[in-house]
DNA sequence: GTCTATAAATGGATAGAC
DNA sequence: GTCTATCCATTTATAGAC
């Protein structure tokens, strides 16, 4: 089902925390796609390619393996605050094709990225009855997004480079058009090829071009 | 795990059919939870109050199961489109508070409706590795609503109601907040309560509001 | 129509050899 | 560190009594 895609180190050295590595890889490419409790031990073993007895010398049994996942995705956040940060930085010019770029870029380059992706993925089975992954799934795609916005679109207000408006409902604008796209394309389980991307790219440009022009204080913008 | 509602019928005539929809209603329940293939037969049959081996008598197996309630959602995009197609009659007066209402209403009445809210809980766990279950919940969210919102958009424009713009643009938009609000307050574990419907309220009619303000020739609306 | 009993397969997890 | 072998609980599903 899931091959491993490093044969070439196999030192017996550092041998124990790249199995690891490799076993939580293999949970969550199988757990994003079947949910946890559908995956077998004996699935997972054989997804990394060792035996599932093997599997309790890495975690002390499945539910470990799952905590494991999920501590990782608070890191996670982390690291998606700096990229975005990142490529928030050049929106201080606010020119409406650098505006539209950031956020094809959130989609393409963030949440689409694969690992967040099937964290997403993984986080939208988990939260119908696991309190904490409800918790973390609108952490990651409504808490911290619409907090960033909202202070992008202060700071952007302040400077005069959008005309005065309530930041927070942007924000929220923002995120909508930003998660309607996300899950109209890439929701489902089909795997998406070039001609669906470009589909999804020419959707969320127009509706972020609506927005933008929506921002201009009536004179200088669009 | 859960515990049957319903001790009171058990009149030996129409009981097959009654106890063949009991048996569906007990698996939406546990499948929009947990997910299909986590969900065993006996607590299935817990949940209904007989034996699992008594469900075989009104399945042949597990995923027929299934499939029956998969052909219900089918019915019930019928259902949603008479409902809301209702909803949206008193749509050519277009006043504001209308407008508004009318959102809300789709969200708290139909999206959040008993039974369409568990067939889309569930959807959003059977998507991720079934296809049938994935082009339900995008015909379910997205196709048929955006294609009733833009009919409903060019309508309003040909009658003058709204300014001259992009029908299927503006049905996007609209669905966007929608399943905004809809996933922000209601995709999680928790149980919502009174104040949390009040939130999502809030926010919607704000975001609708404005919405609305959009949609003004600019002279006469808002 | 629902029950008990049971078959056959698969689940998580451990012990101990190498 | 990974293996084989094994334990025991649980799974889907069937057979047959009532």
Same mark, same amino acid.
């Given at each position: /089902?899931?091959?491993?895609?490093?044969?070439?180190?196999?030192?017996?050295?550092?041998?124990?925390?790249?199995?690891?590595?490799?076993?939580? *890889?293999? *949970?969550?490419?199988? !757990?994003?796609?079947?949910? %946890?409790?559908?995956?077998? /031990?004996?699935?997972?073993?054989?997804?990394?390619?060792? +035996?599932?007895?093997?599997?309790?010398? $890495? %975690? $002390?049994?499945?539910? $470990?393996?799952?905590?494991?996942?999920?501590?990782?995705?608070?890191?996670?956040?982390?690291?998606?605050?700096?990229?975005?940060?990142?490529?928030?930085?050049?929106?201080?010019?606010?020119?409406? +094709?650098? !505006?539209?770029?950031?956020?094809?870029?959130?989609?393409?380059?963030?949440?689409?990225?694969?690992?967040? @992706?099937?964290?997403? =993925? /993984?986080?939208?089975?988990?939260?119908?009855?696991?309190? +904490? #992954?409800?918790?973390? @799934?609108?952490?990651?795609?409504?808490?911290?997004?619409?907090?960033?916005?909202?202070?992008?679109?202060?700071?952007?207000?302040?400077?005069?480079?959008?005309?005065?408006?309530? #930041?927070?409902?942007?924000? #929220?604008? @923002?995120?909508?058009?930003?998660?309607?796209? !996300?899950?109209?394309? %890439?929701?489902?389980?089909?795997?998406?090829?070039?001609?669906?991307?470009? *589909?999804?790219?020419?959707?969320?440009?127009?509706?972020?071009? =609506?927005?933008?022009?929506?921002?201009?204080?009536?004179?200088?913008?669009?």
């Amino acid at each position: /089902m899931v091959e491993n895609m490093e044969q070439t180190q196999s030192k017996p050295t550092e041998d124990k925390q790249l199995t690891k590595q490799r076993i939580l *890889a293999a *949970a969550l490419d199988l !757990f994003s796609v079947y949910g %946890f409790s559908t995956v077998s /031990m004996r699935e997972l073993g054989k997804a990394v390619g060792i +035996k599932e007895s093997s599997i309790y010398y $890495h %975690f $002390h049994n499945k539910v $470990h393996i799952l905590e494991m996942i999920f501590e990782e995705v608070y890191s996670q956040i982390e690291l998606q605050r700096a990229r975005f940060m990142d490529a928030l930085q050049v929106a201080t010019s606010f020119e409406r +094709k650098q !505006f539209i770029a950031t956020g094809v870029y959130y989609v393409e380059h963030i949440l689409l990225d694969n690992h967040l @992706y099937k964290l997403i =993925r /993984m986080l939208t089975i988990e939260k119908q009855h696991n309190e +904490k #992954a409800a918790e973390m @799934y609108t952490q990651l795609l409504f808490h911290w997004p619409l907090n960033h916005q909202e202070r992008v679109f202060t700071y952007m207000m302040n400077a005069g480079l959008i005309k005065q408006d309530n #930041a927070e409902e942007l924000a #929220a604008e @923002y995120q909508a058009i930003i998660l309607y796209v !996300f899950q109209k394309y %890439f929701s489902g389980a089909t795997e998406f090829n070039a001609s669906h991307m470009q *589909a999804a790219k020419r959707e969320l440009e127009q509706l972020l071009a =609506r927005f933008y022009n929506r921002l201009g204080k009536g004179d200088g913008l669009s």
